[in-house]
């Protein structure tokens, strides 16, 4: 059978209407909650160079949602247009946000909010029709998965701020240990990779085009800390052959010896997390890990990272249809039976839970939990064009950004699908990441 991907008719207004309107709010909801959970000090202060102050996220939100619904889609007159400077991403880096004048907690709520009325006024007269960024709500899904992004960026900065706890969530339920293989065969083959139907993907997820893949296996879950633990307990981060020159050379220029937020204490590691020091659970998938880091265990395992198209054919080619899926389980949107997404849950689930999630070969935990690193870097699929702006995808195309897939426990569901593309560079270390290694089917 061809490898075909999934198609689905036009859904009508007013349910395009419910489902933006449901994007926004659920968006703004965690906003709310990253923002309100810190006292106004904790807000503009900058934790690290690498992230923004709390308070230019949220007035960044507003200015990019007045920029793209309020302006493009709805034609109206700019509200502020003397800040816009100052939240451009590309104008100035994290670390010279700080100094600038940024508006206040209190003023930063107040604009949020009041883009956020009038929008919510302009959706409820919306058509979707007429050009590519009103049809099917395209605009407001792609600001629902904007304001999604920032709050993960802003939960990172949380986790990377000290002090008290400031945010609380339930553990994921308990789940029995996994007794399944250990990894499963992906037969090698056609699949369709990307989307050309699905209405809030976004550039980089386009178009779907036809990928030859060999076969190859790759592991059930995510590569858990116990197992990494015994790379680091065999001399993983002192054994230069199983690094790349450019990974040892920066392991050693930065003393890396473990997993950010670990460390030893006797003969227990323990760490830090959301402002609570504790054990490092030896069941969950290992977090906070580099690129770097996850190629050289994968070298120490013996086997390798999955390249970007191996992830997405695990994750989403349904072998008895040929067909491509939206997600592993199928075409219906996530539920808390499938995945761990949205900061319902404040770490990972265990290694082999959700298997209402698992793919038709038998792959777990493909979405939710953790971003996993694959060996791909971040390009474009053929016949790609830039929607609707540049500094979306286009200018970090290149070989010095990697691939991640999947999504973590932090990404909001609006943001997260089979075809769902995230990139960053190989040392970055502060994102939710994880792995999971695969090898070719002719080493077996």
């Known amino acids: 059978m061809t490898a075909q991907e999934t198609g689905a008719p036009a859904a009508a207004p007013e349910t395009l209407r419910a489902r933006a309107l449901a994007s926004l709010v659920t968006a703004r909801t965690r906003t709310t909650l990253l923002t309100t959970c810190v006292e106004d000090p904790d807000l503009t202060a900058q934790v690290s160079p690498l992230m923004s102050p709390l308070v230019w996220d949220l007035a960044h939100i507003g200015n990019q949602e007045e ?77 629902a998965q904007h304001e999604q992004q920032h709050d993960e960026t802003m939960l990172i900065t949380h986790q990377l701020r000290t002090g008290p706890q400031a945010l609380t969530a339930p553990d994921p339920d308990p789940a029995p240990p996994f007794t399944g293989p250990a990894e499963v065969l992906v037969p090698g083959g056609p699949f369709t990779m990307g989307t050309s139907t699905e209405p809030w993907a976004l550039d980089n997820e386009r178009p779907a085009h036809p990928r030859e893949v060999a076969p190859y296996w790759i592991d059930t879950a995510p590569v858990t800390n116990a197992a990494y633990r015994a790379f680091i307990e065999d001399g993983g981060y002192g054994t230069e052959r199983w690094w790349s020159p450019e990974g040892w050379a920066h392991i050693r220029r930065h003393s890396v010896e473990a997993p950010l937020y670990w460390h030893r204490d006797g003969g227990q590691w323990l760490r830090r997390r959301f402002g609570v020091t504790e054990p490092v659970p030896p069941e969950e998938p290992v977090l906070h890990v580099s690129w770097y880091e996850a190629d050289a265990y994968a070298r120490w395992a013996g086997r390798r990272l999955p390249t970007e198209a191996e992830w997405e054919k695990a994750a989403r080619h349904d072998p008895e249809t040929g067909r491509s899926r939206r997600f592993p389980w199928g075409d219906a949107d996530p539920t808390a039976a499938h995945a761990n997404l949205g900061q319902r849950h404040l770490r990972p689930a265990p290694a082999g839970s959700y298997p209402a999630g698992e793919s038709p070969h038998g792959v777990r935990q493909l979405i939710g939990d953790v971003w996993e690193w694959t060996s791909s870097d971040f390009l474009p699929y053929p016949g790609f064009t830039v929607f609707p702006y540049k500094e979306y995808s286009q200018v970090f195309f290149g070989p010095e950004y990697k691939v991640l897939r999947g999504g973590s426990f932090a990404v909001g569901q609006v943001a997260c699908r089979g075809t769902f593309r995230n990139w960053d560079y190989p040392i970055r270390r502060q994102i939710f990441s994880g792995f999971r290694t695969a090898r070719d089917a002719e080493s077996a």
Not at 79 to 94: S, T, V
Not at 108 to 136: H, I, K, M, N, P
């Open 67 to 143: 920029l793209w619904l309020l302006r493009a889609v709805g034609g109206r007159e700019a509200m502020r247009p003397e800040i816009d400077g100052l939240y451009d991403a590309f104008e100035h880096p994290r670390s010279e946000r700080p100094s600038l004048p940024l508006l206040a907690p209190e003023e930063a709520r107040a604009y949020a909010a009041e883009v956020r009325g009038r929008v919510l006024d302009l959706l409820e007269g919306a058509t979707f029709e007429g050009d590519r960024l009103t049809e099917s709500g395209f605009a407001f899904g792609m600001i």
